[in-house]
């Protein structure tokens, strides 16, 4: 049963992609073709699946794509039958040499060179109250729509050659792909229980397709946020992490704050929100700072990383906070305290060491260029941050910039301007180079050898003092005016204590 869809004189939405829509959208045939790849392989999958004399369907975030006239490089292909063995009959077909096979969910993946498929037996699922993985059985395509999160991605077209890109949305998913409308097929709290998960993803749809999320569901996500403790950590750092990618990722974090997802998913976030005040003097919403640092962050870069950096470079902002009378609120140490709290937050994430490092450093860092920003800039302080940023100095910059959330126009003027003058001799190809692995010209062996020395905390002493010499530019970057500030330190002319 096909289902044709009349949309009369609605109005779309001005960003909405309605060259991709026809009065009728009983077939979309001419969308599935566009694509010169995606129309090969849907046709050899059609023919195949009629050979096989299975119905089939391609389904899903393909389909929603599509109609959004989004590119995408994951086709997802569903069958009234047995998926996995469809799937080895389609890899060959199309010069794919091995599939990878999930036998107990009847899904296998065909790791095409240019895209990826994945072929799904229409299936109906049950869940046991203490887990996220179904069992599942064969059923038809009418189940198989029900079972999904979304509305929206809920929505099938036939592959076989007769019925070529009919349409088949039980579920009003186009409907709510017009109304920009995240809601679920069934009743919310039978969706979010089976599988908590599509919490997150409910908010991480808002924020990657500019979306409102139906009160009803709303409602649910916040009886329902308890569930997330049968969901791996693994799982919810992926769907922050996507949330992160989105173009205006605070969406999905507001929505988190409200549903009550953010005090399971990120507590160090959570708490970071509200203003108090003492004798008549307040502070910024951290909270807010924050998500407006992180959107100011997506505009500027899509890296991911420089994405997360910015949602926790004021992590440790709540624990410091104070208050003066004669300074009003500090928050002193947060730089620092906040490099020690994502520890923590690392293992619980389970984030990979390199990202751990790396949010460790800009948020140990982040306050260093704004400094500068707000002060005579001299050679030997840009330096010193290059050194310690090391490769990442160019992300650093690009979070900072993002962490300026004045509206104060002269003071955005003032530090932007700054901190062009700090990029200009960042750029210094000389400088970078010098920089990059930055280290005493002359090494532990040798100061050990000149000195009589044992490895230890004194020869360390020397090493640092010579290299604060140069990043002060008291001497040269170089080993001869390195090594005669040793040997002046060796005949006790300067001092081993820090400049």
């Not at 029900?146 to 076989?160: E, G, P, Q």
């Not at 908010?203 to 397709?209: D, K, N, S």
Request: net charge negative.
């Amino acid at each position: 049963m096909f289902y044709s869809l009349k949309f009369g004189s609605f109005c779309f939405p001005h960003h909405f992609n309605t060259a991709n829509f026809s009065m009728d959208m009983s077939s979309i045939s001419h969308l599935l073709t566009e694509n010169p790849l995606h129309k090969d392989i849907l046709h050899t999958a059609g023919k195949l699946a009629e050979k096989e004399s299975l119905s089939s369907f391609v389904v899903g975030g393909f389909v929603r794509d599509t109609l959004l006239g989004k590119t995408t490089n994951d086709i997802d292909i569903m069958v009234e039958g047995d998926g996995v063995k469809f799937a080895k009959k389609l890899a060959h077909a199309l010069q794919v040499e091995v599939t990878v096979d999930y036998n107990k969910f009847g899904t296998a993946l065909i790791p095409h060179k240019d895209v990826e498929i994945e072929v799904a037996t229409a299936r109906k699922e049950s869940y046991a109250s203490d887990s996220r993985k179904p069992e599942v059985e064969p059923s038809t395509v009418e189940e198989d729509m029900s079972r999904r999160d979304f509305t929206v991605n809920a929505i099938a077209a036939s592959i076989l050659p007769e019925s070529f890109g009919e349409v088949f949305d039980p579920y009003g998913g186009i409907r709510d792909l017009q109304k920009k409308l995240i809601i679920t097929p069934l009743d919310p709290d039978i969706t979010f229980s089976d599988d908590p998960l599509r919490m997150l993803r409910a908010v991480r749809f808002a924020a990657q397709l500019d979306y409102g999320i139906a009160p009803t569901t709303l409602d649910s996500i916040s009886r329902n946020t308890q569930r997330l403790e049968i969901v791996s950590w693994e799982r919810i750092r992926d769907e922050i992490i996507k949330s992160l990618k989105a173009d205006k990722p605070s969406i999905a974090f507001y929505h988190m704050k409200d549903t009550g997802l953010l005090s399971h998913v990120f507590p160090e976030l959570d708490v970071m929100s509200g203003v108090d005040i003492i004798d008549g003097k307040g502070h910024k919403d951290v909270f807010i700072h924050t998500l407006q640092v992180v959107d100011n962050a997506a505009k500027l870069t899509d890296k991911m990383d420089i994405r997360f950096a910015a949602l926790v470079h004021d992590i440790a902002k709540p624990p410091t906070k104070r208050f003066y009378k004669s300074k009003g609120w500090t928050f002193h140490g947060h730089d620092e305290i906040g490099r020690r709290m994502l520890k923590k937050v690392a293992r619980r994430m389970k984030l990979s060491n390199q990202l751990r490092d790396y949010l460790m450093l800009l948020t140990k860092l982040h306050l260093r260029p704004i400094a500068l920003a707000k002060k005579e800039i001299t050679d030997s302080a840009v330096r010193r941050v290059m050194v310690e940023a090391g490769e990442f100095i160019d992300d650093l910059m690009v979070l900072c910039r993002a962490d300026i959330t004045t509206k104060n126009p002269k003071k955005v003027a003032k530090y932007m301007g700054n901190f062009e003058k700090v990029e200009e001799l960042i750029q210094d190809v000389k400088l970078r180079d010098e920089m990059k692995a930055f280290q005493s010209p002359v090494r532990g062996e040798e100061i050990m050898k000149e000195f009589n020395l044992p490895p230890g905390k004194e020869v360390g002493r020397i090493k640092t003092a010579i290299e604060d010499a140069i990043l002060e530019g008291v001497i040269d970057n170089n080993y001869d005016a390195a090594f005669e500030y040793m040997m002046r330190i060796k005949e006790g002319e300067i001092s081993t204590d820090p400049l």
